[in-house]
């Protein structure tokens, strides 16, 4: 049986359209958080489940009988297990999308090298992530002369990209003719049999949301009444295949060493919150996290916090997507191999350094590493940093806060800290202030509160006022400064 390892993106950011009012949050006196929405399912919603699941036609291209699915409920979500042949996990979610890794059967490859007979074998999977666009066949290639080359097939360029081959440059890859051409045949086709899946999938997915929504307009349909999706599938008549995609700069790539490792925030100790949930007034406190000055902050301290609070623009690799309209952003400074990308562009930093701090704009007149380890590039005009992805310990910001509000003002009392879960007896923390330095080691997940509220005195207090402004995302910082 193969592993199936599924890669996820640890921090997923979402932009808001319009300023929300002030939310009181962390006393006795707050309005509470909302509540994530509970589903309890009822019996006819069950049979529903049943209906299309074991009777939709679904997953007839991967299964051989209905045997093989399994699935279980929790709360908004649905886990379907296939068992058969191909073995997979399908998560799909309400009112979101369905994701998963495909596993694509092993194929072998005969070919003419130096003018000696050869032959490689390819092993490929494809994550499916939120961001249909960010995602991509991976493949290990191994051939007869023990050759291994990880590659990535981009099916947005049609390129054959590095994809962690040590000893070889980023960018992308090119074989002999007689393997190559098989290769990209491999991979249209590939691209075509998953993008067929996923436009079922998806379906599902929909199908899914309308039971558990108990949409009352749900009206059972198979797979056989619907219209496929093909707008991401090949046209192979119409389509014109580039081979190569070479980038061309006169200053060499820099690799970003910066680890955006941003999960959740606490305000006091009530419930965690993720970027996703925060509002536009969070976000804007979420920034303090990240800043040490009282008199000045650096473009370095800006920007991490920044790109790491709400960045502009999500990327696998060089290929990028705008958080809020989707569009496509390509990259090469910062970034070497298939990683998981963060970036702001120079005028979106600017906006928001001018919108929420008054802060005269930046101008990158070369590009450069910044202390943090994010890519400033020149050429690009973009901030560049990576983002954890994978399985590892969960961490996360908290701050004591206090506040009120007058005339439109909110007046607010923070004291940020970092917990960084380390190992130890149950759930334990590691305690860092904003600056980095360490106060506390193995916490117990239910005192670090009041650790913090204890040992005050040795984090980084502010006093800060902020008002709804002109950036949707952001609100306004009238003034701030250490206590």
Aim: aromatic share 14%.
């Amino acid at each position: 049986m193969r592993k199936i390892i599924i890669i996820l993106l640890s921090i997923l950011l979402v932009g808001c359209n319009q300023v929300e009012p002030v939310k009181l949050i962390g006393n006795s006196t707050s309005s509470p958080l909302p509540e994530k929405k509970e589903y309890i399912l009822d019996e006819k919603q069950i049979e529903q489940l049943n209906m299309v699941i074991y009777s939709g036609g679904f997953f007839d291209d991967i299964i051989h009988s209905t045997d093989e699915i399994t699935y279980v409920v929790d709360n908004d979500t649905l886990l379907v297990t296939l068992s058969g042949e191909t073995k997979m996990d399908i998560k799909f979610t309400v009112d979101a999308y369905a994701t998963y890794t495909y596993p694509l059967k092993d194929t072998k490859f005969t070919y003419t090298k130096n003018k000696q007979d050869k032959s490689a074998t390819l092993s490929s999977k494809y994550t499916r992530a939120i961001n249909l666009d960010n995602t991509r066949i991976r493949t290990t290639l191994i051939t007869s002369d023990n050759q291994e080359y990880k590659i990535v097939f981009n099916q947005e360029r049609h390129t054959l990209e590095n994809n962690g081959t040590p000893d070889l440059n980023p960018g992308t890859m090119s074989f002999v003719d007689s393997l190559s051409t098989q290769m990209y045949e491999y991979y249209e086709n590939s691209w075509n049999e998953i993008m067929l899946f996923d436009s079922y999938m998806q379906t599902l997915n929909k199908h899914i949301s309308d039971i558990f929504n108990n949409n009352e307009s749900y009206t059972f349909r198979n797979k056989e009444t619907l219209i496929v999706d093909n707008r991401k599938m090949y046209s192979w008549q119409n389509e014109k295949k580039q081979k190569t995609n070479k980038q061309e700069f006169t200053e060499t790539p820099t690799r970003t060493s910066f680890m955006s490792r941003f999960y959740y925030y606490e305000f006091n100790s009530d419930e965690r919150m993720s970027i996703k949930t925060a509002t536009p007034y969070h976000r804007t406190l979420f920034l303090f996290s990240f800043l040490t000055s009282s008199t000045d902050f650096t473009i370095d301290e800006l920007a991490t916090a920044f790109i790491t609070v709400l960045s502009e623009y999500n990327c696998m690799g060089k290929t990028c997507n705008n958080r809020s309209n989707n569009s496509e952003l390509t990259i090469s400074q910062g970034t070497e191999g298939e990683g998981y990308y963060t970036v702001l562009t120079l005028d979106y930093f600017n906006k928001c350094i001018q919108d929420v701090f008054g802060r005269d704009t930046y101008s990158i007149d070369e590009t450069k590493k910044l202390p943090s380890g994010i890519v400033q590039g020149k050429e690009e005009k973009t901030f560049v940093g990576e983002a954890y992805a994978g399985d590892g310990y969960i961490s996360y910001y908290g701050s004591i806060y206090s506040h009120y509000k007058e005339d439109g003002i909110d007046y607010v009392t923070l004291t940020p800290y970092y917990a960084s879960q380390t190992d130890g007896e149950g759930i334990v923390y590691d305690i860092y202030t904003t600056a980095h330095d360490k106060i506390g080691s193995g916490i117990k997940e239910n005192n670090v509160y009041q650790f913090v509220e204890n040992n005050k005195e040795s984090f980084l207090t502010w006093e800060i006022a902020l008002t709804p402004g002109s950036n949707p995302d952001f609100y306004q910082v009238l003034s701030y400064k250490l206590k």
